[in-house]
C-alpha cells in the first residue's frame, strides 16, 4: 500500500509537490468555507451536500489536502455551532481522501464524454459505500440509529416497523441516503470541475 | 450568516484553566461514559459538567444550548425506538391496538440520551470555555503542526467572507437572469454548479493571495514560533485534573457497587 503510493507520488510528483505547499494550505480555510456553504444551501433539500468542498480539495489539489479538509471542516463544526459533530470528521476526511485518491488515479477527468460520466458515477457508488460503511457504526451507538434527517429516519422507522434489527436497519436507511446524497454531490463536484477554467489548473501544476 | 462562536467570554476559574487541563477533564467524564452502559453513571457525569459549567458562569448556556440541539433530534429517537425497537415487549402507552410505545424501546433512548450529554458534555463545556486562540496555541503544544493549526484557526475569518461571496454571487446570477427564488429541489441542485464554480475561482485567486501574504510573514520557516497569547500549567491545573479525576473515580465506583445490577428500575 505505501509502496504503491509512494509509486504513485513519484509518478505525478508536481500534484504531491502542490498539496504541501503554502498554496495549499492556504487552499484548506477555503475548502472549509465551500463546505459550510454548500451544507447551508442544500437545506431544503433532501440530501447533505457537505463534503463538496472535502470532494473538491481532494480532485483539484490532492487526497491529503481533501483528507484534512474533511476533518478540519467537523471539528471547525464543533467548535463553532455542533457540539456532536466531531465523530463525523472520520466521514468526512475518508470521502475527501478517496475522491483525492482517485483524481490522482486519472479516473476524473476534465471532458464531458459518456466513459467519464460512467466512471463519476462508479467513483460515488465507492463514496457512498465508504460513507455508509463508516458512519452506520457511529449513528448506531450514538444517535441509536437515527441520522436527523426526516427522510432518512423515516425509511429507517419502516425498516423497523418490518421487523428488522437497529444496525441493518440504520445500515440500509443510511445507505439509501447517502447513495443519493453522494451521487449528487460528486456529480456536482466534477461538474463545477470541468468548468473551472483550465489556465487555472495549468498555474497550479507548474 | 456570521460564525457564532461557542465561546462565552467571563472571568472564572473554568476560563483560567489551560485547555489541555480541558481536554483532560473531558476525557475523564467520557470514558466512564462509553465504558458503562449504565444510565446513573452517565447522568452523574453530565451531571458533574453542569456543575463545572456554574463553576464557569456559564451554565445558562451550556444547557440551554445543548437542549436546543438535543431536543429536536430526540423527539424522532424516542419516537422511533419506542414504537419500533424490536428488543420492546412491555406496552407503555398505546395509541392504536397494534401501535403502542415500549417500555424497552423507550429506555434504550433514554440511555442514548444520557450517553451522548455525558460523552459530550465535557467536550462542549472546553469549546464554551476556552478561546479559539488559546485552543490551537495549546494543541500546537501538544505537537499539532502550524501547518494544520493554521487553516483551522484562519476559517474563522474566511467562512463569513465566503458567505458574503455567496450573497454577490447570487446576486450577478440572478441579474444574469437565473432563476434562484420559488424552486423545486431539483432546480435548486442545480443552481449549485452556477453559484460554487465562481465561488471556488475566487477562492484559489484568494489562496494565491494568501500564500504569498503567509510567505511574506516566515510561514514555512524553520524557526520555533512564539504565540502572543501564551498557555501554560499552573498550580490550579494540577488541582482540578486530581479533583475530577478523584470526583469521577469515586461516583463511578460507588454507583456501580450500590446499585445492584441490573438495576431494580430496568435501567
Given at each position: 500500500?505505501?509502496l504503491?503510493?509512494?509509486?504513485m507520488?513519484?509518478?505525478?510528483?508536481s500534484r504531491?509537490r502542490?498539496?504541501?505547499?503554502?498554496?495549499?494550505?492556504a487552499m484548506?480555510?477555503?475548502?472549509?468555507?465551500?463546505?459550510?456553504?454548500?451544507?447551508y444551501l442544500?437545506?431544503?433539500?433532501?440530501?447533505?451536500?457537505?463534503?463538496?468542498g472535502?470532494m473538491?480539495?481532494?480532485?483539484?489539489?490532492?487526497?491529503?489536502?481533501?483528507?484534512?479538509?474533511?476533518?478540519l471542516?467537523?471539528?471547525?463544526?464543533?467548535?463553532?455551532?455542533?457540539?456532536?459533530?466531531?465523530?463525523?470528521?472520520?466521514v468526512?476526511?475518508?470521502?475527501?481522501?478517496i475522491?483525492g485518491i482517485?483524481?490522482?488515479?486519472?479516473?476524473?477527468?476534465k471532458?464531458?464524454?459518456?466513459p467519464?460520466v460512467?466512471?463519476?458515477f462508479?467513483?460515488?457508488?465507492?463514496?457512498?459505500?465508504v460513507a455508509?460503511?463508516?458512519?452506520?457504526?457511529?449513528n448506531?451507538?450514538?444517535?441509536?440509529?437515527?441520522?436527523?434527517?426526516?427522510?432518512?429516519?423515516a425509511i429507517?422507522?419502516a425498516?423497523?416497523?418490518?421487523?428488522?434489527?437497529?444496525?441493518?436497519?440504520?445500515?440500509?436507511?443510511e445507505?439509501?441516503?447517502?447513495?443519493?446524497?453522494?451521487?449528487?454531490?460528486?456529480?456536482?463536484?466534477?461538474?463545477?470541475?470541468?468548468?473551472?477554467?483550465l489556465?487555472?489548473?495549468?498555474?497550479?501544476?507548474? | 450568516?456570521?460564525?457564532?462562536?461557542s465561546?462565552v467570554?467571563?472571568?472564572?476559574p473554568i476560563?483560567?484553566?489551560?485547555?489541555?487541563?480541558?481536554?483532560?477533564?473531558?476525557?475523564?467524564?467520557?470514558?466512564?461514559?462509553?465504558v458503562?452502559?449504565s444510565?446513573?453513571?452517565?447522568?452523574?457525569?453530565?451531571?458533574?459538567?453542569?456543575?463545572?459549567s456554574?463553576?464557569?458562569k456559564?451554565?445558562?448556556?451550556?444547557?440551554?444550548?445543548?437542549a436546543?440541539?438535543i431536543?429536536?433530534?430526540f423527539?424522532?429517537?424516542?419516537?422511533?425506538?419506542?414504537?419500533?425497537n424490536?428488543?420492546?415487549?412491555?406496552?407503555?402507552?398505546?395509541?392504536?391496538?397494534?401501535?403502542?410505545?415500549?417500555?424497552?424501546?423507550?429506555?434504550?433512548?433514554?440511555?442514548?440520551l444520557?450517553?451522548?450529554?455525558?460523552?459530550?458534555?465535557?467536550?462542549?463545556?472546553?469549546?464554551?470555555?476556552t478561546?479559539?486562540?488559546?485552543?490551537m496555541?495549546?494543541?500546537?503544544?501538544?505537537?499539532?503542526?502550524?501547518?494544520?493549526a493554521?487553516?483551522?484557526?484562519s476559517?474563522?475569518?474566511?467562512?463569513?467572507?465566503?458567505d458574503?461571496?455567496?450573497q454577490?454571487?447570487?446576486?450577478?446570477?440572478?441579474?444574469?437572469?437565473l432563476?434562484?427564488?420559488?424552486?423545486?429541489v431539483?432546480?435548486?441542485?442545480?443552481?449549485?454548479?452556477?453559484l460554487?464554480?465562481?465561488?471556488?475561482?475566487?477562492?484559489?485567486?484568494?489562496a494565491?493571495?494568501?500564500?504569498?501574504?503567509?510567505?511574506?510573514?516566515?510561514?514555512s520557516?524553520r524557526?520555533?514560533?512564539?504565540?502572543?497569547?501564551?498557555?501554560?500549567?499552573?498550580?490550579?491545573?494540577?488541582?482540578?485534573?486530581?479533583a475530577?479525576?478523584?470526583?469521577?473515580?469515586?461516583?463511578?465506583?460507588?454507583?456501580?457497587?450500590v446499585?445492584?445490577?441490573?438495576?431494580?428500575w430496568?435501567?
Amino acid at each position: 500500500m505505501t509502496l504503491w503510493l509512494k509509486k504513485m507520488a513519484e509518478s505525478r510528483p508536481s500534484r504531491l509537490r502542490i498539496e504541501f505547499s503554502t498554496f495549499g494550505i492556504a487552499m484548506i480555510p477555503l475548502m472549509i468555507g465551500i463546505n459550510i456553504v454548500s451544507s447551508y444551501l442544500a437545506s431544503g433539500t433532501p440530501i447533505w451536500a457537505d463534503t463538496l468542498g472535502s470532494m473538491l480539495a481532494g480532485i483539484i489539489i490532492g487526497p491529503i489536502n481533501g483528507l484534512v479538509v474533511g476533518i478540519l471542516t467537523n471539528v471547525f463544526k464543533w467548535i463553532t455551532f455542533d457540539p456532536f459533530a466531531l465523530p463525523y470528521a472520520i466521514v468526512n476526511a475518508a470521502i475527501g481522501l478517496i475522491a483525492g485518491i482517485c483524481a490522482l488515479l486519472g479516473l476524473v477527468r476534465k471532458e464531458t464524454t459518456a466513459p467519464q460520466v460512467a466512471r463519476t458515477f462508479g467513483i460515488s457508488i465507492v463514496l457512498a459505500v465508504v460513507a455508509t460503511l463508516i458512519s452506520t457504526p457511529l449513528n448506531v451507538s450514538l444517535w441509536g440509529g437515527s441520522t436527523g434527517k426526516v427522510w432518512v429516519d423515516a425509511i429507517f422507522a419502516a425498516f423497523m416497523a418490518g421487523g428488522w434489527q437497529v444496525f441493518p436497519a440504520s445500515m440500509a436507511a443510511e445507505f439509501i441516503s447517502d447513495i443519493t446524497d453522494k451521487i449528487i454531490t460528486f456529480f456536482i463536484a466534477w461538474l463545477i470541475y470541468t468548468r473551472v477554467p483550465l489556465q487555472f489548473i495549468k498555474t497550479l501544476r507548474r | 450568516m456570521s460564525v457564532r462562536l461557542s465561546f462565552v467570554p467571563r472571568s472564572s476559574p473554568i476560563h483560567t484553566l489551560d485547555p489541555r487541563t480541558k481536554l483532560i477533564l473531558w476525557v475523564t467524564a467520557a470514558v466512564p461514559a462509553i465504558v458503562s452502559n449504565s444510565i446513573l453513571v452517565c447522568l452523574a457525569v453530565f451531571s458533574l459538567t453542569v456543575i463545572l459549567s456554574a463553576v464557569g458562569k456559564v451554565a445558562l448556556p451550556y444547557v440551554k444550548n445543548l437542549a436546543k440541539i438535543i431536543i429536536p433530534v430526540f423527539i424522532p429517537i424516542f419516537l422511533i425506538q419506542g414504537l419500533f425497537n424490536p428488543a420492546g415487549k412491555t406496552p407503555v402507552l398505546f395509541i392504536t391496538s397494534w401501535l403502542y410505545f415500549k417500555r424497552e424501546g423507550l429506555v434504550f433512548a433514554a440511555v442514548l440520551l444520557a450517553r451522548l450529554l455525558a460523552i459530550f458534555g465535557g467536550g462542549y463545556l472546553l469549546t464554551l470555555t476556552t478561546r479559539p486562540g488559546d485552543l490551537m496555541a495549546s494543541m500546537q503544544k501538544i505537537g499539532l503542526p502550524l501547518k494544520i493549526a493554521y487553516p483551522l484557526f484562519s476559517a474563522f475569518q474566511i467562512v463569513p467572507m465566503i458567505d458574503s461571496r455567496l450573497q454577490s454571487v447570487r446576486q450577478a446570477q440572478m441579474s444574469r437572469g437565473l432563476k434562484l427564488e420559488d424552486i423545486g429541489v431539483i432546480q435548486r441542485l442545480r443552481t449549485y454548479v452556477p453559484l460554487i464554480t465562481p465561488l471556488l475561482m475566487g477562492a484559489i485567486e484568494e489562496a494565491y493571495r494568501r500564500s504569498i501574504a503567509l510567505e511574506a510573514r516566515g510561514f514555512s520557516s524553520r524557526i520555533k514560533k512564539t504565540f502572543l497569547r501564551d498557555v501554560r500549567f499552573h498550580r490550579i491545573d494540577f488541582c482540578f485534573i486530581a479533583a475530577t479525576v478523584l470526583v469521577v473515580v469515586m461516583l463511578t465506583s460507588v454507583i456501580i457497587t450500590v446499585v445492584p445490577h441490573p438495576n431494580p428500575w430496568g435501567l
